[in-house]
């Protein structure tokens, strides 16, 4: 069983365009809510997380967006650029401390 | 500082054979971890420790096992290797907590490409 929903599998963005992934969960004991990026060969890279008590958070171009009452977040890459090209998970904590991944998502951005 | 230090990068296996995939990190992190990633699936949680000589079954540990007998290294054993456990794994480290904050991010080795024929 899934316990972080993540689409789409796949995406390819025109250069400057706003990237988007998305993930759903069910277990409200997860608390924590980070997003990895991955290059080829190389292990996942903390990118960007956020914790429920906020809806919104921004670093640069990269914003996670958060939705308690939906239990959905997602990560907005804007003016997207072709060195964004990677696989993105977005994970969940728990209260019982471990993290589940998402599926990812293998973002492509054509220049 | 080299990080997270994994190896081999990659190793094939015979069915029933067994091996240890190393990690070692020089961060003097408390917390170390050990996830197979698999394509459209994820990362799996397989074992975890947050400190030596402790260590705690993840999400999948079946038909593995790890020892943590200093801060820095944290191997990896498969016993008798299973098709199954064709995989990446990917040891990670973090400093005070599970929880990976921000300010203390998991930190992930380059991974050990295994696969069992």
């Known amino acids: 069983q899934q316990q972080v929903k993540q689409s789409p599998q796949s995406l390819i963005v025109q250069k400057g365009g706003i990237s988007i992934i998305n993930c759903a969960y069910e277990?409200?004991?997860?608390?924590?809510f980070p997003w990895y990026q991955q290059f080829p060969g190389k292990g996942p890279a903390l990118l960007i997380a956020?914790?429920?008590?906020?809806s919104e958070k921004k670093e640069g171009r990269f914003t996670i967006s958060f939705n308690k009452s939906a239990k959905q977040f997602s990560l907005h890459i804007m003016d997207s650029q072709p060195g964004d090209s990677a696989t993105y998970f977005c994970a969940a904590l728990n209260t019982g401390n471990q993290f589940y991944f998402g599926t990812g998502t293998s973002l492509t951005v054509i220049p | 500082n080299a990080g997270v230090t994994q190896t081999p990068k990659f190793r094939i296996l015979k069915i029933g054979q067994s091996m240890t995939l190393q990690c070692a990190q020089d961060m003097n992190h408390n917390y170390m971890y050990w996830y197979r990633q698999d394509p459209g699936m994820g990362l799996k949680l397989i074992y975890y420790?947050?400190?030596?000589?402790?260590?705690d079954k993840g999400e999948v540990p079946n038909g593995y096992n790890v020892s943590r007998s200093t801060t820095e290294d944290f191997p990896l054993r498969l016993e008798l290797a299973a098709p199954s456990q064709t995989s990446v794994y990917f040891c990670?480290?973090?400093?005070?907590?599970?929880?990976?904050?921000?300010?203390?991010?998991?930190?992930f080795g380059n991974g050990t490409r295994l696969t069992v024929t």
């Open positions: 277990n409200t004991a997860f608390d924590y």
């Open positions: 956020i914790r429920p008590d906020v």
């Open positions: 990670a480290s973090s400093y005070d907590s599970l929880r990976g904050s921000y300010n203390s991010p998991l930190h």
């Open positions: 420790s947050v400190g030596a000589g402790i260590t």
